[in-house]
């Protein structure tokens, strides 16, 4: 659990040197925030660089298929087409991947990619959230639900 009460920024992430890791990659918040729609070159970069050296799928909560598939295009990397949401671990059936290789969630939410990594038994990577002036009011409100329940993880957990 203790995992799942630290925060990453995206070159904490980096070293790491994930090397031979299936990842499960998040997109809001992640690699853009939910109001924007262009993934920074830095990011794009660091996709890249983990993109050598392991598996990437994109599982993504997003509402948009379109928004989902334009950024499955851009990165190259296929996305997981379930119809499910995270933390859902009927999502993992849907994903041919090497089960030799360890799993990595990256995401920047407790309540959907925290516990979809503690479920499946991955490591989670919860990210410092990449926000927007433009993200809507309705995913702010998730936002500061899920951080209060961060918040609370932390304090239990993190000792
Ligand atoms: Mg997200």
Same mark, same amino acid.
Request: aromatic share 8%.
């Given at each position: 659990m203790h995992q799942l009460c630290k925060k990453y920024s995206w070159q904490d992430i980096m070293s790491l040197q994930l090397n031979n890791h299936t990842i499960l990659l998040d997109i809001d918040g992640v690699l853009m925030a939910h109001g924007e729609d262009i993934i920074s070159p830095i990011i794009l970069k660091n996709i890249e660089m983990l993109r050598k050296n392991n598996d990437i799928y994109i599982v993504s909560n997003s509402l948009s298929t379109h928004r989902i598939i334009k950024t499955s295009t851009a990165l190259k990397i296929p996305w997981v087409d379930s119809g499910l949401k995270k933390p859902s671990i009927r999502i993992l059936s849907f994903i041919k991947y090497d089960k030799t290789k360890p799993l990595v969630v #990256?995401?920047? &939410?407790? $309540?959907?990619?925290?516990?979809?990594?503690?479920? #499946?038994?991955? &490591?989670? $990577?919860?990210?410092?959230?990449?926000v927007s002036q433009k993200d809507p009011l309705v995913v702010r409100v998730t936002y500061l639900i899920d951080d209060t329940i961060y918040s609370l993880c932390k304090f239990f957990f993190a000792r």
């Amino acid at each position: 659990m203790h995992q799942l009460c630290k925060k990453y920024s995206w070159q904490d992430i980096m070293s790491l040197q994930l090397n031979n890791h299936t990842i499960l990659l998040d997109i809001d918040g992640v690699l853009m925030a939910h109001g924007e729609d262009i993934i920074s070159p830095i990011i794009l970069k660091n996709i890249e660089m983990l993109r050598k050296n392991n598996d990437i799928y994109i599982v993504s909560n997003s509402l948009s298929t379109h928004r989902i598939i334009k950024t499955s295009t851009a990165l190259k990397i296929p996305w997981v087409d379930s119809g499910l949401k995270k933390p859902s671990i009927r999502i993992l059936s849907f994903i041919k991947y090497d089960k030799t290789k360890p799993l990595v969630v #990256i995401g920047d &939410k407790i $309540l959907t990619d925290g516990l979809f990594a503690y479920r #499946i038994n991955a &490591k989670a $990577l919860l990210l410092n959230r990449r926000v927007s002036q433009k993200d809507p009011l309705v995913v702010r409100v998730t936002y500061l639900i899920d951080d209060t329940i961060y918040s609370l993880c932390k304090f239990f957990f993190a000792r």
